[in-house]
RNA sequence: GUGCCCAUAGUGUAGCGGUUAACACUAGAGUUUGUGGAACUCUCAUCACGGGUUCGAAUCCCGUUGGGCACCCCA
């Protein structure tokens, strides 16, 4: 049943948020580390549509996984296609890279993606409607190494935005071969259990016993502890890419703890999951990052077999992390130097005239042209911190010059409209001695 | 989807059945009209929305919406 907000203005819908100019330079840092490392690591940017055919998900992620059966944004189109708001990057990339032809190039395939995803779920601190994911990911390559190269890279992202006390959690979930054995064992292990279990991991028992191991439920969590763990049911050829995986994170040096019981909530996982998670003071956990192996996702959308791996950073959760742990950042705000002040409408057009000459020049400008009162415009450029204040008055105007006055010792010049660039730029050179005149950023 | 808590100017708060809805900061306008930083003055809230109880509701009750937390799940 449709329905539209009741209240008379209007409200962002729920669990999709704002990204606030006081945030931006958060964003711009996470971006800039995001882009620099894609680059330095070897991906290539990937960009997919936001909408997808609803079928590539269920097919991609699995039918009972929560975030496809409960979670889904879907549409049917006029034309009567069944498209869905993608919930994650993933199954778009693998997509894209099997449409493309991007199995006839040199393999492996690295992509870096970024963009919003949308889950329909109850919103909470750090936890959204629409949010934004950044996603590496390897097509093409069986080899552990590239497990390794993909964890490394997430986790540089994440400390290059300067975040503390995170930890990697990894463990290896194997592969076809490996469940069959794993599942028999831990429904031998809880079939004389079940009473003790909660309601859900009943169901679970059912559908899919790997996710009991997922409950945070006390009972649960107690009885997880003497469970069958999947890494000693893992076969050789499993066992070794994983010994392997743990062989390279040594070697890169990055902190890593064993997680057997970790398991993650998609069904196209194999082999390696991690998830990288930031640890507060109070014990609660935070998931920052995750991913890992699909080696049989490019197939099963109808692709040539080929193996996979991939993670992705939540962006907000690594923002909201960053604000946490009070990260400095520097906002991307050009110092403003000049400020253009005016009176009359003859005096803004030269305003106008003005401000194009000084961008040329690469001097960031300001103004408030707007503003008729020159004592506004004035308490303005103070509050903006300007160095010189060009003023043009009415007479100014019609003489062609105008009044440099700078600021901090208000001192004031006369000069020829057709001079102010030279005499502003001199005038900033005393002023800033060190500083280049003619960068635009401080 | 379940449970608990919350909702007053842009922000942070006061108000606890009867007030011109208060205060701080911010913002805008101004203090004899062409010059910033101080001071001062003024301006900015149909008290989230809708309904009810009451002579009277920001204040009590119900619903909606939104927010927070926990469960669930996840990034």
């Known amino acids: 049943m449709p329905r539209t907000p009741k209240a008379k203005s209007f409200q962002a819908p729920k669990g999709m948020n704002d990204v606030l100019p006081g945030v931006q330079k958060y964003w711009d840092k ?52 069944f498209l869905a708001l993608r919930p994650e990057l993933t199954a778009s990339i693998v997509r894209a890279y099997i449409e493309n032809g991007f199995a006839n190039q040199p393999q492996p395939v690295k992509f870096f993606h970024h963009g919003p995803v949308f889950r329909h779920e109850s919103a909470q601190a750090g936890r959204y409607r629409q949010f934004h994911q950044a996603d ?10 590239v497990d390794a190269q993909v964890i490394q890279v997430v986790y540089a992202v994440l400390s290059e935005l300067g975040l503390k006390g995170l930890s990697i959690h990894i463990n290896s979930i194997g592969d076809k071969t490996c ?102 003071a109070t014990g609660s956990q935070t998931a920052l990052a995750s ?57 803004k057009k030269k305003c106008l005239g003005l401000f194009e000459e000084f961008r040329k020049n690469n001097i960031y400008v300001s103004e408030s042209l707007g503003r008729d009162s020159i004592k506004a415009q ?8 300007a160095d010189l204040a060009l003023i043009i008055g009415q007479k100014e105007a019609l003489d062609e010059t105008v009044i440099l006055r700078e600021m901090q010792s208000g001192v004031q010049e006369v000069i020829p409209l057709a001079k102010i660039i030279d005499a502003a730029k001199k005038r900033l050179k005393k002023i800033h001695p ?3 005149a003619n960068s635009n950023n401080s």
């Open 30 to 81: 996470f971006y800039r580390v995001v882009r620099e490392l894609s680059l330095f690591y070897g991906f290539e940017t990937l960009e997919t549509p936001v909408l997808e055919f609803a079928d590539l998900f269920k097919k991609g992620i699995g039918l009972n996984t929560d975030v496809v059966e409960h979670e889904m944004y879907t549409l049917k189109t006029k034309g009567g296609d």
């Open 136 to 145: 590496f990911d390897i097509i093409g390559e069986s080899d552990p190494v």
């Open 179 to 280: 469940w069959v054995k794993y599942r028999d064992e831990l429904k031998l292990y809880y079939r004389n259990k079940m009473g003790r279990l909660c309601r859900n991991c009943k169901k679970r028992f059912k559908e899919n016993p790997l996710r009991l191991l997922d409950c945070k439920e006390e009972e649960c969590v107690a009885l997880k502890a003497a469970a069958p763990n999947s890494i000693d049911y893992l076969d050789k050829p499993c066992h070794d890419h994983f010994k392997l995986v743990l062989e390279f994170l040594d070697e890169l040096n990055v902190p890593y703890v064993l997680d057997p019981y970790l398991v993650r909530g998609l069904d196209y996982y194999t082999r390696t999951v991690f998830e990288i998670i930031h640890d507060d």
């Open 291 to 347: 991913g890992g192996r699909y080696d049989y996702l490019v197939s099963q959308l109808g692709g040539k077999p080929a193996p996979a791996i991939g993670g992705s950073i939540g962006i907000e959760r690594a923002i909201n992390e960053m604000r946490r742990q009070d990260v400095k950042v520097a906002a991307i705000k050009p110092k403003v130097r000049i400020f253009l002040a005016q009176i009359g409408d003859l005096a």
């Open 378 to 385: 004035l308490r303005v450029a103070d509050r903006l911190g």
């Open 434 to 436: 060190r500083a280049i």
